[in-house]
């Protein structure tokens, strides 16, 4: 069965310092991936999406930024974090047969 | 980007009580999603639905597709404290690969 691991499930990062956030999926092969963020328990943002390795589509200009070194595996980065960047942060995957997002567990990200 | 309005935004309830949540747009979607989620959690899937006019039941929920398309409902029966938590609505496109989410309904079912 498929799985998705994303971690770490809480970090607390000064304003200035680097970002980086990880998410892995098991049991399928290329899947398209995505990471949301989502602001005080309410909807979901699409910041990227990608369909393939090395492909990064970006919804939402920001301080972010993804990638996508193996199929399997997408990384969501930030050089130097903002306070406003602090949120909820979700990694999905999407099977090719199916419209429906699978969610990892999510990061709590809070910046101070 | 195809907006999703869900309402109501809040609802709180006491438990035995049955309950609508709405999930409406202008646009069509080929097919919309259900998810529910819990503080601190991922949004679990509950249900997909692709056919206009579908209804499906799990359990003591029963979701419905709008006819056009476009907007969607969701019933629940007789509501439980387990049933509390943030309802999600989301739409998908033939022309997109993301979801299109709504901003979700706040449940709280209390004993």
């Known amino acids: 069965s498929q799985t998705i691991h994303q971690w770490p499930a809480t970090l607390v990062q000064p304003v200035g310092s680097p970002l980086s956030l990880e998410c892995t999926v098991e049991?399928?092969?290329?899947?398209?991936l995505y990471w949301y963020r989502q602001a005080a328990g309410r909807g979901l943002q699409l910041l990227f999406y990608?369909?393939?390795?090395?492909?990064i589509s970006s919804e939402v200009p920001q301080n972010l930024s993804a990638s996508r070194p193996q199929d399997r595996q997408f990384i969501l980065s930030s050089k130097k974090l903002l306070l406003s960047d602090s949120g909820f942060y979700l990694c999905?995957?999407?099977?090719?047969?199916?419209?429906?997002?699978?969610f990892g567990s999510g990061t709590r990200l809070t910046v101070v | 980007t195809q907006l999703l309005e869900q309402s109501p935004q809040f609802l709180s309830i006491q438990e035995g009580e049955n309950l609508t949540v709405y999930c409406n747009s202008s646009?069509?979607?080929?097919?919309l999603q259900w998810y529910r989620q819990e503080p601190g959690e991922g949004p679990v899937l509950l249900v997909t639905?692709?056919?206009?006019?579908e209804v499906k039941k799990l359990k003591r929920l029963t979701f419905q597709f709008g006819d056009a398309r476009k907007d969607s409902s969701l019933h629940i029966t007789a509501a439980q404290p387990g049933d509390t938590g943030l309802y999600l609505c989301?739409?998908?496109?033939?022309?997109?690969?993301?979801?299109?989410f709504g901003k979700g309904t706040s449940l709280l079912v209390t004993p």
């Open positions: 990608s369909v393939g390795i090395g492909q």
């Open positions: 999905a995957w999407q099977g090719a047969s199916y419209r429906r997002d699978t």
């Open positions: 989301a739409g998908g496109t033939n022309s997109g690969y993301a979801l299109n």
């Open positions: 646009s069509v979607f080929s097919s």
């Open positions: 049991g399928t092969s290329n899947p398209n």
């Open positions: 639905v692709v056919t206009g006019g």
